[in-house]
Each structure stands twice: as structure tokens, then as C-alpha cells.
């Protein structure tokens, strides 16, 4: 009967011991702890600075210095570890993967999400029997857009743009930052747990069993060969400056070598988001279905919506298919379809002339369809690849173009005899506000030409992929809550800027990209469908049949 009486008042001192110590840390970006030991020549024992030391409030120093950073919670502004794990298993796994995490949530929450023993149940229910390259490819075209998003503005700024050695600790595995960290930020050593791999037959899986760094070897030994990996070759060495999210993350190996510790204020996180304009390097590229950071909760309510997601996708896709252009606009709006259009001419009238052709951005498979149900009226569309489910249920005519030059030019000039044609120049979909290089084939075939500016906005999945089920990408598209589209129309090309005005089929290609670019508030660049399908899925995009 003792046992009852005493919990709550530990549970109460420990509420005011957490309350105190928010309250110091509250109004500071940074507190500064100095180890007495720091000015000695040997380093000191390998045991955590304590909490206690004497702060003072200064923000930190790290020019031309050596800097450890604390990844979770310090170099990004949220120290929570699920989410990630959580992308790793939908994306590298699949879904029932995933919502087996999910369910092990209460255990992880329990153990606590950051403890060692968190760490190990997340790690093994998401890579237990996962292949490494499937985890590479989530590495290299999924969690960096995650991960830059969730930068701190403030570390970024102030200490790793600065600093002449970057050491980054993180509590995850080190294969889920290290690409990202290295290709992105330019960080010199990532320390973080290592996960075995097994060989079966000729493949590799993970065991999902996690080891901090330095297996298992004597602690001595792993403390040695820490600062020997992480902080230089001498015995002695000691990073100049250590930035943590949190004091439990002091029990890191690494942050007794480091001669400064500050501790990132969490008050000062919230408003320290990094602009697209300061990334390190520009996003343009990423894959993977989940367009949602799933936190515990957001997770919790995708896989709650999922089923009604597929009920809506079948009944909007129907709409779409099997009713009138006048009356679909409705229909699908009455089921969540938010559409806008814009610009459209009518046609002047007793005018006859060769097709029009419309040079779209590609935003999704669904572009052609949406351009069509503006102009209330069937348009043919060039595509370079499209599943045999989409060609199925595509409610308009869709051409087959086998990347010989020849002849799809010969294809293109045969569907415009006969009326107008829908073509997407970049080749491929692209997700954020950039538009790729245009092929100049159609500016060759064509003067009658419009361009017409397409975005497409979702919420929960995207509707693309470049390493995935191609056949779902209108399903999962049309699954979203509120599924947006815009279409504006730009008006006829100069004739100044045609082939028949004396143009070369590049000039006028580069004049309608810079124009699309201008309507959508988009930066052009000069990349590629094999840049981005090297990049994403390790291929150049083409489909040996």
C-alpha cells in the first residue's frame, strides 16, 4: 500500500524539476556549457557534461572550426525519429509494413521514442527483411525532401555554414541520413547505428537488429575508435564545438571529446523553418507516394481515411469516364474535385484551319484529361509511356510515341491533319515548382500553337512516380481528400516566335517553357527525363520491352 502513495509524488517532482528547466532554456536560441576539463590536453572520461555546469547565454562560434551536431532535434528542428522510420516503411516497404509500425507506436512511446530501446523496435519492424537497395533508393529520393524541410534555420545559418568540419550524430540508423547528409549538406563523417545484413541466395536483407557504433567491442575500445573516425586521427583530438537538441543526447560517445556544448532552445525552433531560396542545394527531384510528413497522429488518420480514399477515386474516375463534359465539372466537384480554369478563347468563327497544338506542362498522367474537359471536347494526347490500365479507362485518344525521332515526328504531323493534339514537352511529371528542358519537336511540326499552363495540388499522395506502380498513379491521384487542378490557357504563340517566323524549333522551345514558367511562378532549368529517372530510380526511364 505504500507503492500508491509514493508515485505521485515523484510524478510531481519530476513535473517541476521538467517545469524549471523549461523555464531557463525559455527566450534562448542557444545555452552555452563549458566542461571544466576542455583546456586539459587529454580528453576527458567518455561520460555526458552535465546539465548542471554553469551557463551562460551566448550564441556560439564556429567559424573555421571543428563542429559535432546532434541531428535530431538540433540540425533539424524536430527531435522525433518516427516519421522517418515511418516513410522508410511505406516507401522502401509497403503499407502493411508500415501500419504494422504504426501499431507498435504505444510500445515505441512507451519505451521512449528516442531511447535505445525505441530506436531498436522502430528499427526492426521497419527493416527486417528490407533489401539495402530499396532502402538506398528511399534515401536518395524520399527523405531528402522530408529532411530539408525540417531543417533548423537558425544551426544551418549560424554553425554549419560556417564550420570547417561538419560531424553529424544521429540516433537513427546512419544509412537513413548519411545520403543526404553527404550529398546535400556536405558533411565530412556521419556516426549512427549500423544495421546487420544477411545474404540469402543472391540477395541481401536487412535483420532489422541495430548496433550503436563501434558493435560490440569493448567500451574503451569503441569510445577510441569513435574519436579516432568522427574527430581525427590524434588520441588527443577534441571538436572545438558540440550543438545538441537535448541533454539526454550528451550521452552520445562523441560529445565528451568536444571542448563546448550548446543546447538548441526547442521555443526557438518554431519559427526557424528554411526557405526554399536557402536550400543547400535546389529540390527538384523526389519520389514516393506520401506528400504528408506521418507523425504518429497524421498516420494514424491516412490509414483511418485510405478506404473512403479508394471509394472516392473509383466514383471520381467514373465521373470522369462515363459522364458528359458539361456535366462532369459538377459532379466532380460535389465529390471533392477542386478545378480552375482560365484564359480560354472562343474559337473565331468560320475559320478553318490545321489543328492546334497544345503544349502542356506535366504535372500527372491526368493532365490531357483535365486540358479535354476545359475545351469540353475529346483531344487527342502524345505520351512517351502509360500503363495499359490508364489507356483502358483514359476517356480520350492516346498515341504511343517510341522515341525514334523520325518517326514521332511523322505521328505528331499525321494527328495534327486531323484536328488539335495535346503534347507534354518535358517527357516526364515533375513534382516541384520547376519545369525541365522542352523537347524541340514540336515547335518543328507546328505553328498553330498555345501554351497551356497545368498544376496539380494534393494533399496526402501524389499521383506520380518514377520507381513505383505507374498503373495506380490516376487511382492514388484521385484518392486524395481534395484533389486540385489549374488550368490556364496563354493565348496563341507570336508568329515572331514560330518556324514560320524565321525561329529554330530550340528558340521557340526555350520561349514556351520561359513563358509556362513565368504564368506558373516556376524556375526553368535545362534537366532531363534520364537526369531525373537516374536520380530517382537508377535508370534512364526507358522500359526495354
Known amino acids: 500500500m505504500v507503492l500508491p502513495t509514493i ?23 542557444f545555452q552555452y556549457c563549458r566542461s571544466s576539463s576542455a583546456t586539459t590536453t587529454k580528453p576527458p572520461p567518455p561520460s555526458p557534461v552535465s546539465p548542471a555546469a554553469k551557463c551562460t547565454v551566448v550564441f556560439p562560434d564556429a567559424a573555421d572550426k571543428a563542429v559535432v551536431f546532434g541531428f535530431d532535434g538540433a540540425l533539424m528542428r524536430s527531435a522525433a525519429l518516427f516519421p522517418y522510420f515511418m516513410l522508410v516503411a511505406c516507401e522502401g516497404g509497403s503499407l502493411l509494413r508500415a501500419l504494422l509500425l504504426l501499431c507498435a507506436f504505444p510500445l515505441v512511446w512507451a519505451l521512449g521514442e528516442r531511447s535505445d530501446a525505441g530506436v ?3 528499427a526492426f519492424v521497419t527493416f527486417f527483411g528490407l ?93 577510441k575508435a569513435l574519436q579516432a573516425e568522427a574527430l581525427g586521427t590524434d588520441n588527443n583530438a577534441m571538436a572545438d564545438v558540440a550543438v545538441v537538441g537535448n541533454a539526454s543526447q550528451l550521452d552520445h560517445p562523441c560529445f565528451p571529446y568536444c571542448k563546448e556544448v550548446y543546447v538548441v532552445n526547442r521555443e526557438s525552433t518554431k519559427t526557424a523553418r528554411l526557405p526554399r531560396d536557402r536550400y543547400p542545394k535546389p529540390l527538384i527531384f523526389h519520389d514516393g507516394r506520401l506528400a504528408f510528413l506521418p507523425t504518429p497522429s497524421a498516420a494514424l488518420a491516412f490509414f483511418l ?58 504535372r500527372t498522367l491526368v493532365d490531357p484529361i483535365m486540358l479535354t474537359a476545359a475545351l469540353q471536347k475529346p483531344v487527342p494526347a502524345v505520351t512517351y509511356s502509360l500503363s495499359r490500365l490508364s489507356e483502358v479507362i483514359a476517356p480520350i485518344k492516346t498515341v504511343r510515341l517510341t522515341r525514334d525521332r523520325e518517326r514521332d515526328a511523322e505521328t505528331m504531323s499525321r494527328l495534327l491533319e ?15 515548382p520547376y519545369l525541365l528542358r522542352f523537347s524541340p519537336l514540336f515547335a518543328e511540326l507546328a505553328d498553330d500553337m498555345e501554351p497551356v499552363a497545368l498544376d496539380a495540388q494534393v494533399t496526402t499522395l501524389y499521383g506520380t512516380t518514377a520507381s513505383g506502380h505507374k498503373w495506380l498513379d490516376p487511382v492514388v491521384f484521385f484518392a486524395n481528400p481534395q484533389p486540385a487542378y489549374r488550368v490556364d490557357f496563354l493565348g496563341a504563340v507570336p508568329r ?4 514560320a517566323g524565321g525561329r529554330a524549333g530550340a528558340e521557340v522551345a526555350n520561349w514556351v517553357q520561359r513563358r509556362l514558367g513565368e504564368a506558373l511562378g516556376y524556375e526553368c532549368t535545362g534537366l532531363t527525363r534520364r537526369d531525373k529517372y537516374m536520380m530517382l530510380a537508377g535508370n534512364d526511364g526507358v522500359v526495354a520491352k
Open 7 to 29: 508515485l505521485p509524488k515523484i510524478a510531481a517532482h519530476w513535473l517541476f524539476t521538467f517545469y524549471r528547466a523549461a523555464r531557463k532554456l525559455r527566450g534562448h536560441a
Open 120 to 122: 531498436r523496435v522502430m
Open 131 to 223: 533489401r539495402p537497395r530499396d532502402m538506398d533508393l528511399v534515401a536518395r529520393a524520399v527523405l531528402p525532401k522530408f529532411y530539408m524541410e525540417g531543417l533548423n534555420a537558425q544551426v544551418y545559418s549560424r554553425l554549419w555554414l560556417p564550420a570547417r568540419r561538419k560531424v553529424v550524430v544521429t540516433g537513427a540508423p546512419r544509412v537513413m541520413v548519411e545520403w543526404f547528409l553527404k550529398e546535400y549538406m556536405a558533411a565530412d563523417v556521419v556516426v549512427g547505428g549500423e544495421l546487420h545484413v544477411v545474404r540469402v541466395g543472391r540477395g541481401r536483407y536487412f535483420t532489422g537488429m541495430l548496433c550503436g557504433p563501434g558493435g560490440s567491442a569493448a567500451p574503451a575500445l569503441k569510445h
Open 305 to 362: 481515411f485510405l478506404p473512403l480514399g479508394v471509394i472516392l477515386s473509383v466514383i471520381r474516375i467514373s465521373i470522369g469516364i462515363l459522364l458528359p463534359y458539361k456535366i462532369s465539372f459538377g459532379a466532380g466537384a460535389l465529390f471533392g474535385v477542386r478545378y480552375r480554369t482560365s484564359g480560354l478563347r472562343a474559337p473565331e468563327p468560320g475559320v478553318k484551319r490545321r489543328g492546334v497544338l497544345y503544349v502542356c506542362t506535366h
Open 418 to 432: 486531323h484536328g488539335d493534339l495535346a503534347v507534354c514537352p518535358e517527357g516526364t511529371t515533375c513534382r516541384e
Open 496 to 499: 515572331e516566335w514560330t518556324r
